[in-house]
């Protein structure tokens, strides 16, 4: 157990000059710095600040590549290597971009034409040494593969970014994101704003990832020495769940986690955090909890008793620096306990845990920049959902975890390599999962309630209609603007879900225009059977 106090005990001020949105391809690039053995850095905490970490001088080679070119004019370094607007004077920084994302494609399973048509755009800049703040905002359309249809229309949300606002026709949403940063001292980091936060060293996080849409948060992060800790509180929505009067009824999470160094190979890192809710079904006000402010870690331990109006979960993250070329990595996240159960092979519905193992590395065979990761997640039936629909573990009507819910085992491999202005991503993933059947909750879909199950005993992994999935995605780009990503991209999605009931196909070519640092996926299912 540790406090927030222990962070303040310094004034030494550090500098800070650029915040950087988490994505998993572009993070890929500062791999062999961040996973050396010759360093400690904290790596399971995202989105970083440049400043903090070993690998500020790749950040700078990445954001200015060829800026520096003599033969280049100012047209040219404006498109190409500079913001739109960039102004720089003594003490402070601002700049501004047009953020467009156009896009057009074929499913050639459906013989469906696709396309996605956005324009945004992004504000920032820095005030003195501490201060740094970034604005982003989108407005999108677009028409998809029916696989994707089929989850909109479910959930009602564009994957990761906001509400539909025509559900049922070709989907359009409002997208934006904002952050306040200031760096009170060497030891302490507060940022305000709204946006996503993910744990781990992995392309999934069973305890918090950026698979949802973005939310409103204050949080303070502290560094002493081999010890970076993290208290966050959230205010949250779930547009499912309103109350017998028609109330739309907000919730707030609290998140803590404490990432150790042991040593420059060995980390160590422990999670908890708490959804709950402002009003009853009622809309009357809960009494205000001084214990929800409190920043210490496991001042709430795993209960989910019928008289905790409250959500819990409580995780374990490690990683082991095998060498400079590779590195193991792991999650534990419990959501319920009861030592009777969880320790017999009963298969009890209470009995609710997932789980990650994995491995990743640079350089794969012998071959600078080319990256690696091999990843094995699996959660139990019921885990992350609750005994009401608006206390699960979601935002805005998607998990806060891992994109598929519950009741699923997945093996994921992925590849990224750069080459001067060329990115090269792959992904194959194989999947088993379990939805309803007949009617019955079988514990993939985290808005049911885990208090009534399919069966009391007897549950095990992909139960209902057991489907398997298969994704596979390639991906070519070509970064005009390494500032605000900008870059040509040709992808190719091929994906198979199959059960007894239905076998669905999608090969869906796109090109385009597209920019920005934000992670949308398109590796997830639907959590009902179509």
Request: hydrophobic letters at 35%; proline letters at 3%; one cysteine or more.
């Amino acid at each position: 157990m540790i406090t927030m106090a222990c962070i303040f005990m310094a004034n030494d001020a550090r500098a800070q000059d650029n915040y950087m949105p988490y994505s998993f391809d572009f993070y890929q690039k500062f791999n062999a710095d961040l996973y050396s053995t010759s360093t400690s850095e904290h790596t399971a905490l995202k989105p970083f600040f440049s400043i903090d970490s070993v690998f500020k001088s790749r950040y700078d080679s990445l954001m200015n590549y060829g800026a520096d070119h003599k033969d280049h004019d100012l047209g040219y370094k404006k498109l190409f290597n500079e913001h739109l607007i960039d102004v720089k004077s003594l003490g402070s920084t601002f700049y501004a971009d047009l953020l467009p994302d156009f896009e057009i494609g074929k499913d050639f399973s459906g013989s469906k034409n696709t396309n996605m048509t956005s324009l945004g755009f992004q504000l920032g800049g820095s005030i003195g040494a501490r201060f740094f703040y970034n604005f982003s905002g989108y407005a999108g359309e677009a028409v998809y593969p029916e696989y994707l249809n089929t989850y909109i229309n479910q959930v009602g949300i564009v994957p990761g970014q906001a509400y539909d606002r025509t559900l049922g026709q070709n989907p359009e949403w409002y997208y934006f994101t904002g952050v306040a940063s200031y760096t009170a001292s060497k030891f302490l980091n507060i940022e305000l704003g709204r946006d996503k936060t993910f744990i781990g060293d992995g392309y999934r996080s069973e305890l918090l990832s950026d698979n949802a849409s973005p939310y409103f948060f204050f949080r303070l992060t502290g560094t002493l020495g081999s010890i970076r800790y993290m208290a966050m509180w959230t205010d949250m929505n779930d547009p499912s769940t309103t109350s017998q009067y028609g109330i739309n009824r907000n919730k707030f999470g609290v998140f803590h986690y404490l990432d150790w160094n042991v040593s420059k190979r060995l980390s160590f890192g422990f999670f908890d955090s708490l959804i709950g809710f402002y009003t009853d079904d009622n809309g009357v006000a809960r009494p205000f909890d001084f214990n929800y402010i409190n920043p210490i870690i496991f001042t709430k331990p795993i209960n989910n008793s019928s008289n905790d109006p409250d959500k819990s979960l409580l995780g374990l993250t490690g990683k082991y620096k095998i060498s400079d070329g590779l590195t193991a990595y792991g999650q534990f996240a419990l959501d319920e306990f009861h030592s009777t159960d969880f320790f017999s092979d009963d298969g009890a519905y209470d009995n609710k845990y997932a789980w990650q193992l994995g491995f990743r590395g640079t350089h794969l065979f012998g071959v600078t920049n080319l990256n690696f990761l091999a990843e094995y997640n699996t959660a139990k039936p019921y885990t992350y959902s609750a005994r009401s629909a608006i206390e699960n573990y979601s935002n805005n009507g998607e998990p806060l975890a891992q994109p598929w819910g519950a009741n699923f085992r997945e093996l994921v491999g992925r590849f990224n390599y750069s080459y001067e202005r060329f990115d090269f991503s792959a992904e194959t993933d194989f999947g088993r999962y379990g939805y309803d059947l007949n009617g019955l909750n079988e514990g993939k879909d985290i808005f049911e309630l885990y208090t009534d199950p399919a069966q009391t005993y007897g549950n095990y992994t992909s139960q209902g209609l057991t489907t398997n999935m298969v994704y596979l995605q390639g991906k070519v780009a070509y970064i005009l603007n390494p500032k605000y990503n900008l870059r040509l991209e040709l992808g190719f999605i091929y994906r198979t879900e199959q059960n007894s009931a239905f076998d669905d196909h999608t090969n869906w070519l796109t090109i385009g225009l597209t920019s920005s640092f934000r992670d949308i996926y398109y590796d997830i299912a639907s959590f009902k059977p179509h």
